[in-house]
């Protein structure tokens, strides 16, 4: 079992990685919390598949649990569905002092965390993440959030979790879509700060185990200096710009590692023709990208996509921060206005 320490200013907790973690989930519960009820919240793909054992585990050590499952895909990240959750908490008589779980993906730790943030002023939670991308990325850092009907995550709060406990057991069940987009987020780290993890992507000689500590391990070390998205945490939103647009263009039918692909591509692409990054640095992002089965481009146009740039939650002060590769392992934030950004978008296109 490989073991990460996170230290943020509001919280620190452990990220725990390897096999067999789901099982321990009561006894992690019971030794990090005052807990005697829990809530398992999930998906309804996941839920079946090891929802029970949570719950059981949950029960060996004493703890009240009770199960709450939701249709998959992003549309649960809404305000109803979080309205939902909370009267739920309210009906099982949640208090102060118990615990939420969030068992999947990226969709369920937003939704769960941000309830858990706000549930009578803040209760703990626990991520299990069952998919890669929630693995090395949205499981670690306490951003939590729900969607609104204009754009993706507009409704939120930083709030950490307990624990965070990776079963890798978990990712064995994923379909290869879901994992090819989970690996979007991998190469992204590669690309913003470790050529070392990018060349080993490249080469295809890892072990996931091995692929979510060393991102997990980098994602500590930025939110630590940066907890709230002030500073060098905005590096980890490589891609997300544009990919976010492409995403909710879509309808959401695309998944979010998918998107990030293509807005990773179409930054790389940009950042060529800004003149600030190198062809065969581009090249080697996008062959990589689509090694990994993902998508790098998009049929949507520069209209569709602009008007969607404009309600990006990290605009401030009128400009917007673009994270542009300047090699691989090398990553600057850049602050673009309006005007600037069309040309930015207009450029990100083959």
């Not at 050529?195 to 391990?217: H, K, M, P, Y």
Request: glycine share 10%; hydrophobic share 40%; net charge negative.
């Amino acid at each position: 079992m490989k073991v990460v320490s996170v230290n943020t200013p509001s919280a620190a907790y452990e990220v725990k990685i390897g096999t067999g973690l789901l099982e321990r989930l009561g006894e992690e519960v019971r030794s990090r919390t005052r807990a005697e009820r829990a809530m398992v919240v999930s998906g309804e793909h996941v839920f079946p598949l090891y929802g029970k054992r949570a719950v059981e585990s949950l029960r060996k050590a004493g703890i009240k649990a009770e199960p709450l499952v939701f249709p998959s895909g992003e549309e649960t990240k809404s305000l109803a569905r979080f309205g939902e959750l909370l009267n739920a908490l309210t009906a099982f008589q949640m208090s102060r002092s118990d615990c939420l779980i969030a068992l999947g993906g990226g969709v369920t730790g937003d939704l769960t965390g941000f309830a858990a943030a706000t549930y009578q002023r803040g209760i703990a939670y626990v991520q299990v993440p069952t998919t890669l991308l929630a693995a090395v990325d949205s499981s670690v850092g306490g951003k939590t959030a729900v969607n609104l009907s204009a754009a993706k995550n507009q409704v939120g709060a930083f709030y950490q979790p307990a624990v965070v406990l990776c079963d890798t057991e978990t990712l064995s069940t994923l379909p290869q879509r879901e994992l090819r987009a989970g690996y979007a987020e991998v190469i992204k780290y590669g690309i913003l700060g470790d050529a070392d993890l990018f060349d080993t992507l490249q080469q295809g000689s890892f072990t996931q185990e091995e692929i979510i500590e060393t991102c997990v391990r980098m994602k500590a070390d930025i939110v630590a200096e940066d907890e709230h998205d002030f500073g060098r945490r905005r590096l980890l939103n490589l891609g997300h710009t544009f990919g976010h647009a492409v995403e909710a263009r879509s309808g959401y039918a695309l998944l979010h590692g998918e998107a990030v692909a293509v807005g990773t591509a179409m930054i790389a692409r940009a950042a060529v023709r800004m003149g600030m990054l190198d062809a065969r640095s581009r090249d080697a992002i996008v062959e990589t990208l689509d090694r990994f089965g993902l998508p790098t481009a998009t049929d949507y146009e520069a209209d569709e996509l602009y008007e969607l740039l404009l309600l990006d939650k990290k605009i401030s002060s009128g400009k917007l921060s673009l994270i542009v590769p300047l090699g691989i392992g090398w990553c600057e934030a850049v602050p673009v206005d309006r005007g600037e950004l069309r040309q930015w978008l207009e450029a990100a296109y083959d």
